[in-house]
């Protein structure tokens, strides 16, 4: 079945704009989660959608970004006003359940590679 | 803070050649740690560990964790150049509801 889907797969702003990057699940899976990977960098976690609950956002680095998910499925991650230090590779993964307890593998889609000039 | 370190961060090695690649970690109500190879793009997911000293073996790759000494290795033996790649280390169950990675092992095998 498809995996992991993200688009664009890249994406070229000019510093102080606004982006929006799409995630979409495998189906059937009800946990999504945002990461962003810096050159050099390992993946940071930025925030987590279970189903209906309320997102864990806890690793969200400023309140330029958000995201959001309707229900189990496309979620999008928006940044306000970019900056040079918000130049990575975005990665959504999706699993069949989420959370601190949950063992359910995370599957990652490709990213989107975000360069603000 | 939750800490995910691996070992060697880098390693070159001959076609053939075995490889033991490190990860140990500090995490608060850990729950399990799992392993991807990452080339150049997605991570695609390895093998996930939840009990102690119990293998998980798939083909030339295998790991093991240790949950007294908070570590786990990822072996892979008759190495091939299509195991070059970047391998993360990641845990579940510290403060936030995602992975915490650590940098990862940048594995390159030489024909």
């Known amino acids: 079945g498809a995996g992991v889907s993200q688009s664009p797969s890249n994406k070229v702003t000019e510093k102080g704009k606004d982006v929006e990057l799409r995630c979409d699940p495998i189906s059937g899976h009800t946990a999504l989660y945002w990461y962003r990977q810096r050159l050099g960098q390992g993946l940071e976690f930025l925030i987590y959608f279970q189903g209906n609950s309320a997102p864990d956002k806890s690793g969200l680095p400023s309140d330029r970004f958000s995201a959001e998910r309707t229900g189990e499925s496309v979620s999008t991650l928006t940044i306000q006003r970019t900056q040079q230090e918000d130049s990575a590779v975005y990665l959504c993964?999706?699993?069949?359940?989420?959370?601190?307890?949950?063992?359910?593998?995370?599957?990652f889609g490709d990213g989107t590679r975000l360069s603000i000039l | 803070e939750d800490k995910v370190v691996q070992s060697p961060l880098s390693l070159v090695v001959h076609e053939g050649d075995t490889v033991t690649l490190n990860c140990s970690y500090e995490v608060t109500n850990f729950r399990s740690l799992l392993w991807y190879k990452q080339e150049k793009k997605a991570p695609t997911f390895l093998f996930m560990l939840t009990s102690s000293g119990i293998e998980k073996k798939s083909g030339r790759l295998s790991s093991i964790l240790d949950k007294k000494e908070l570590f786990s290795i990822l072996n892979i033996t008759a190495t091939q150049t299509g195991d070059s790649a970047v391998y993360l280390c990641?845990?579940?169950?510290?403060?936030?509801?995602?992975?915490?990675f650590g940098k990862g092992t940048h594995l390159i095998i030489q024909p």
């Open positions: 990641a845990v579940t169950g510290g403060g936030a509801d995602g992975l915490t």
């Open positions: 993964a999706s699993s069949l359940s989420g959370g601190r307890g949950a063992g359910q593998p995370q599957h």
